[in-house]
């Protein structure tokens, strides 16, 4: 098999915040790949704690562009419908924007990159609302704006004829989601290791 080097666009979670001692999915679904393909993969995890769908594109083209990956994998990410201060509040990006910064994105990395793998929003625990962010700000993560939200994602994939993994429905498949939540969002090692093996199961025919 020829080398295959695999970029990462995401956020705190795809990130690998609250995984202990690793460095979340992304670093796990790595250790994955490796074992099976000994240096055959090269993973380039641009993931951000806080980053929307706007600030994935502009790495996009800051970054991974010059990378000249073979593949992308673009983890979504809840920041998008974060709601701060009160659940009643909009949310921190329109989901018209997100939808205009998600074509933008997939319309230049279609040109770019052979192969592109989307991963939806994994479901939250809205009983740990609200969460803690940036300047102590308080918001809240609710599953009915993840599902809108993922619904709209995998539409326009759809228009793109690229595959979606959807974390969501994987994880609230699970008796146990719940307790494989660090807090109300971020998964914890063994969510991380759930994320990882799911998302290897997925990837590993088609890469």
């Known amino acids: 098999m020829s080398y295959k080097s695999i970029a ?48 994935m594109y502009h790495r996009f083209c800051m970054n991974i562009i010059s990378s000249n990956p073979d593949s992308l994998l673009i983890a979504a990410t809840a920041n998008d419908v974060i709601r701060f201060h009160s659940p009643e509040n909009g949310f921190s990006l329109s989901l018209g924007t997100s939808e205009e910064y998600w074509a933008r994105l997939l319309e230049i990395a279609t040109k770019i990159v052979p192969q592109i793998f989307i991963f939806t929003v994994p479901p939250v625990d809205e009983s740990r609302n609200p969460l803690i ?30 595959p979606v993994l959807n974390f969501y429905d994987i994880c609230h498949g699970s008796p146990i989601w719940g307790e494989m939540l660090y807090d109300g969002s971020h998964p914890n090692a063994a969510g991380h290791e759930f994320l990882a093996e799911a998302a290897y199961d997925w990837l590993v025919p088609q890469i």
């Open 8 to 55: 990462v666009l995401g956020d705190s979670i795809s990130n690998g915040y609250f995984d202990h001692p690793f460095g979340g999915w992304v670093q796990r679904l790595t250790t994955k790949l490796s074992l099976l393909r000994p240096h055959d993969i090269g993973m380039m995890n641009f993931s951000v704690s806080g980053d929307r769908i706007c600030d």
């Open 133 to 162: 962010g940036i300047f102590d700000w308080k918001y809240y993560n609710l599953n009915r704006d993840i599902e809108i939200y993922n619904d709209l994602i995998q539409s326009i994939a759809h228009r793109c004829n690229i």
